[in-house]
């Protein structure tokens, strides 16, 4: 048994924000001490078939830390140092926002998922952005900016552009979230002159590499429209998925009733689908991330081989705790050696090249 799973009973018995609080705020102590280092030692896996080269920079491997963990970019340093390969920090807003009322956070445990509707509570880009330029981080950090509450749709161009400019200095890749569910009227910008013009402002303020986060709600027809604006504006990656408002008839917690965002194994099929779904229709110079239900290598390794080029995780790190990018990247090579690729990289796309070469 694992330190984390002999502690695991103990946080489940608080509220999760309360140890999402306890655990975050153990790892903001372990920043910047030489604890840093024997964390480094002991869960980062240096392997050359790991590293991804994309988005204008080396993935030292393709397991990051999705969006929401570290809203204020407080701790992308020890995150690092558990052996992710990249850390996105945010969602980050132009407005400090305190975000909704708790409890805002559950657990479903039955259902190796959460339901989230945090509401964008955040320090700030003002705040985000003077911290994150004070901070190293060894691994490539991607910035997710989302649209403050009181800004009214014909606002969000500006107020993206304010947070964008606010981190610029700071990020190895900007993500534009539309997608979250717990902002009203947030997931319309998907739409496609609302999605047009915000993209068109980030690009005109330089924000590149740029990539946009898509929601596993969207209709197909709805993707396409977003990969039109993709193409349009040559944007550089697609994130697949962020949180789903479907409520799978398979979940079995007492929290499946709350309001919000669902994530975690209920989720995982659903993005892989929507992965490959992008990733059929992308050219190679954008770049896939997969997200959602990534708790083990093989579900990464799924992802990999419906087109992702790196994945993301937040819910696996919850359950599995901090083993669990390392855990990925030794279960990844095993998985390479099992079937004969050389890196990680040429495993990506594997199941699209085959539907190709038998279709
Ligand atoms: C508590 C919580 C907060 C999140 N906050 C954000 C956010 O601010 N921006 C964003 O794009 N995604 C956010 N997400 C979505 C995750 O980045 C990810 O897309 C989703 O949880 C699916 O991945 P998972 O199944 O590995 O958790 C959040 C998720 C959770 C659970």
């Not at 480094?40 to 078939?49: E, F, I, K, L, Q």
């Not at 610029?168 to 002159?193: D, M, Y």
């Not at 990539?211 to 994130?239: M, Q």
């Not at 994530?263 to 992965?275: C, F, H, L, N």
């Amino acid at each position: 048994m694992t330190v984390y799973e002999r502690v695991r009973p103990l946080l489940f018995r608080l509220p999760a924000e309360t140890a999402h609080g306890a655990i975050h705020g153990v790892l903001r102590r372990i920043g910047g001490t030489p604890i840093e280092s024997v964390l480094g030692a002991r869960y980062a896996v240096t392997d050359p078939r790991l590293r991804v080269e994309t988005l204008g920079t080396v993935f030292p491997n393709p397991v990051g830390v999705a969006a929401g963990f570290d809203k204020n970019g407080e701790i992308p340093g020890v995150l690092a140092s558990l052996g992710f390969g990249f850390v996105e920090v945010g969602g980050v807003t132009a407005d400090r926002q305190a975000g909704n009322p708790r409890p805002r956070l559950f657990r479903l445990p039955e259902d190796r998922a959460l339901i989230n509707r945090m509401g964008f509570n955040n320090d700030g880009a003002d705040a985000v952005g003077a911290r994150l330029a004070r901070t190293t981080v060894e691994v490539p950090l991607g910035i997710n900016i989302g649209k403050s509450k009181s800004a009214s749709p014909a606002d969000a161009p500006a107020d993206y552009r304010y947070s964008y400019e606010r981190v610029a200095e700071s990020g190895g890749f900007f993500v534009v979230n539309v997608s979250s569910p717990n902002t009203p009227g947030l997931r319309a910008l998907q739409k496609s002159e609302a999605l047009r013009r915000i993209v068109a402002g980030l690009r005109e303020a330089g924000a590149d590499p740029l990539l946009v986060k898509l929601s596993p709600d969207l209709t197909e027809p709805a993707v396409e429209d977003v990969l039109d604006i993709v193409e349009e504006f040559d944007l550089d990656g697609v994130i697949a998925t962020n949180t789903t408002t479907a409520r799978p008839e398979s979940l079995r917690s007492p929290d499946r009733v709350e309001t919000g965002g669902l994530s975690g194994k209920p989720i995982e099929a659903r993005a892989t689908r929507r992965v490959r779904f992008v990733a059929e229709r992308v050219r190679s110079e954008v770049t896939v991330i997969g997200v959602g239900g990534v708790f083990t290598a093989a579900d990464a390794y799924r992802k990999l081989r419906a087109g992702a080029d790196l994945v993301q995780l937040y819910t696996g790190l919850v359950y599995r705790g901090p083993a669990v990018a390392r855990d990925i990247n030794e279960g990844l090579l095993a998985l390479l050696e099992r079937d004969g690729f050389d890196s990680a990289a040429e495993a990506v796309g594997a199941d699209l090249d085959r539907a190709a070469s038998e279709g």
